[in-house]
């Protein structure tokens, strides 16, 4: 799974106000006392993000559908993440073909209960992944100066009990914030 840490995605905030941010924070509670935010709207900021993509007329419908039937099933989210900011090694085995690797891509990660969803949206396709939060054995940060006049960047891999790590990448301070509170959230609903 990839996460996204993105430059257009909404942050909610306690107060209600809304600010830019490429995470969300939730800020509302059920009345099982879980924190809940709306499906509906991870949904409309991952939508927004897609005509970036520039994808064909048939390919983008089919993820609005994929989209509209996910806000359905899982209404209230624990926690969500957007980006325009994908790992590259996602697209380094070249099964996406070279559009995957050059062109803009959309990544979002959705918790619902105690399932991660992963959506990673590229030139040429659309990928959906689910896995039990039970699955996560470790969350590595890999803060990383790449050169002396480069700024930071974050790397999280988020391993599984099977082979698969989801990956957020931030280059920018605007990410890294956004990663740091999603992955903040998620060690929360892990127990780590």
Not at 39 to 49: D, I, K, L, M
Not at 133 to 158: G, T
Request: net charge negative; hydrophobic share 40%; aromatic share 12%.
């Amino acid at each position: 799974m990839r996460g996204l840490g993105g430059r257009n995605g909404l942050c909610e905030v306690c107060e209600g106000e809304e600010r830019f941010m490429s995470a969300e924070r939730i800020p509302r509670m059920t009345d099982s006392g879980q924190p809940s935010s709306s499906a509906a709207s991870f949904v409309h900021r991952f939508r927004n993000g897609l005509y970036e993509l520039q994808l064909s007329p048939g390919i983008f419908r089919r993820i609005e559908g994929l989209l509209e039937e996910f806000a359905q099933s899982h209404p209230n989210l624990r926690g969500s993440y957007l980006s325009h900011e994908v790992d590259p090694s996602y697209f380094s085995d070249g099964s996406y073909g070279w559009e995957a690797v050059h062109r803009p891509h959309l990544q979002g990660l959705a918790i619902e209960g105690e399932t991660l969803f992963e959506f990673l949206a590229f030139a040429n396709g659309f990928r959906m992944h689910s896995t039990p939060l039970e699955s996560i054995v470790n969350i590595e940060e890999l803060w990383m100066e790449l050169a002396s006049d480069k700024p930071f960047i974050l790397r999280v891999c988020i391993y599984h009990s099977f082979p698969a790590a989801t990956l957020l990448y931030a280059p920018t301070g605007e990410t890294q914030e956004a990663a740091a509170a999603f992955v903040s959230r998620l060690k929360y609903l892990r127990g780590f």
